[in-house]
């Protein structure tokens, strides 16, 4: 009974390149959930997904950012054009629902840009 | 500021010790959950309360909620050094309960 699986677990970009960050949710899960975790900070909402909707990208920057979970296959973060704020742990959340609250956390991607 | 704020910012304490830690939030929520992360590693739940709920156990876990003070505790009794981590509260904004806002958390060392 595999938990939300994430990868890669590490990423080095350099400045301008693309990192794509990946998770697949629990098995029974539909709903995902991606953070971002700032060294020496709490984990902050990016974007919440359902199957091919994006439901809320409250948290998520206006530009250079992007989500998505296509029908299949896992869902996607998608920075373009990296810079070195962008260095962080993302985390991946699945839960079977929204109102149920419990949210599942893969290990992270921690992100590192040169 | 944060909407989840853990007290203190670090902890130590002796093998079989307990341990308590502190969340205070702001706005009303539905749920507050507790996680813990292992250093440099994912966060694992540890227990969710509703906010119609005073106290939940779960093994040597007791959560409190006192939705009048905006506060809830986590403790940790009978210590071990496997629970060195940090600890997390996480809440929602009282509309959704998919938006969690964590806090800085609280670096537990258990020293054996």
């Known amino acids: 009974n595999a938990g939300v699986m994430q990868n890669p677990r590490h990423l080095v970009r350099r400045r301008g390149q693309e990192a794509r960050l990946r998770c697949s949710p629990m098995k029974g899960h539909s709903h995902v959930y991606w953070y971002r975790q700032l060294p020496e900070e709490g984990l902050k909402f990016m974007v919440y997904l359902q199957k091919e909707n994006i439901i809320d990208e409250s948290g998520m920057p206006k530009e250079r950012f992007s989500a998505e979970f296509p029908k299949e296959g896992p869902s996607i973060l998608r920075i373009q054009q990296v810079v070195r704020g962008d260095s962080a742990a993302y985390f991946c959340?699945?839960?079977?629902?929204?109102?149920?609250?419990?949210?599942?956390f893969g290990p992270g991607t921690r992100l590192t840009v040169t | 500021s944060q909407q989840g704020e853990e007290d203190p910012q670090a902890l130590s304490i002796q093998e079989g010790e307990n341990a308590t830690m502190n969340c205070s939030y702001k706005?009303?929520?539905?749920?507050l959950q507790w996680y813990r992360q292992n250093s440099g590693r994912g966060l694992v739940h540890l227990i969710l309360i509703r906010s119609n709920e005073r106290e939940k156990h779960s093994g040597r876990l007791r959560v409190t909620l006192d939705t009048s003070k905006k506060s809830s505790s986590l403790l940790i009794t009978a210590s071990r050094a496997a629970d060195t981590a940090s600890y997390f509260c996480?809440?929602?904004?009282?509309?959704?309960?998919?938006?969690?806002?964590f806090g800085k958390g609280t670096l537990l060392t258990v020293n054996p």
């Open positions: 706005t009303s929520i539905n749920n």
């Open positions: 996480a809440t929602d904004d009282g509309g959704s309960n998919y938006k969690l806002t």
């Open positions: 959340a699945s839960s079977v629902g929204p109102s149920w609250g419990e949210q599942y």
